[in-house]
């Protein structure tokens, strides 16, 4: 008696656990066929300041999760794109921001030119080089090899016209853009720039941040602000003034 008991447990337990196989293998062929069949979604336009072009951006994450391979760094589900649509609507032409790149977008931001015919000659100088662009946050790179672009890969910052042409990167290879901020005056961005410099594949504290400059006028490549003899300098006073003497 006790053995067809058993038997029958095995034969329970055999049923059950193919069961749940196929229902984990259904799941993952449902989503594998999402994913081959993905639609074209796109998100409420945006009007571009002192400018005929709207935005339509072209939204990546779905009713299936992609946030969880897309999504913010905070955990949250926040909307992400793939691309951007910009749309004249003075003519009816359109055309996508990139055709050459896979991207994930997480924000993008144009500076507002306020009033620039002011007479005040100082704030008639404020709608300069920045107020042309909108500037984008950007993942392009798989820096870690997880066939994903996740918050785990490099933020870039990108820049583009206001009517979606001249895209271009701003903000160095291989390094993740912690803050950036615009000096209008100035017309240069400020940036807050993390590499990698245990070379351990993450970005995290361990990892020094180096402040970046990247000038809107001349377009050089972004360069580091504090060369390296003022930071030597700089070391050697915080080492004497704050290190715990022995």
């Known amino acids: 008696m006790k053995y067809f008991l058993y038997l029958a447990l095995i034969i329970c337990s055999f049923s059950c656990t193919r069961d749940v196989k196929q229902r984990v293998q259904k799941n993952v062929d449902k989503k594998e066929q999402n994913k081959n069949t993905l639609s074209l979604n796109f998100g409420n336009p945006t009007e571009l300041d002192s400018s005929t072009y709207v935005i339509y951006p072209l939204i990546l994450n779905d009713e299936e999760g992609e946030s969880d391979s897309y999504g913010s760094s905070s955990g949250s589900r926040s909307t992400t794109y793939w691309n951007m649509a910009f749309y004249n609507t003075a003519n009816g032409t359109y055309h996508l921001l990139d055709e ?131 930071k030597s300098k700089a070391e050697k006073i915080f080492n004497h003034e704050w290190a715990i003497k022995k």
């Open 100 to 230: 050459n790149r896979k991207m994930v977008i997480y924000q993008y931001d144009q500076k507002e030119s306020g009033n620039s015919s002011t007479s005040n000659d100082e704030e008639g100088t404020t709608y300069s080089e920045v107020n042309k662009f909108i500037y984008y946050s950007i993942r392009t790179l798989d820096f870690n090899k997880d066939e994903r672009l996740d918050f785990l890969d490099p933020n870039y910052l990108f820049i583009s016209d206001k009517n979606g042409e001249n895209f271009k990167q701003v903000s160095p290879d291989n390094a993740d853009v912690n803050e950036w901020k615009n000096i209008t005056k100035a017309n240069k961005i400020l940036m807050m720039v993390m590499f990698d410099s245990n070379n351990d594949k993450k970005f995290n504290n361990e990892d020094k941040v180096i402040p970046m400059v990247y000038d809107l006028t001349t377009k050089a490549i972004s360069k580091e602000i504090f060369k390296d003899d003022f």
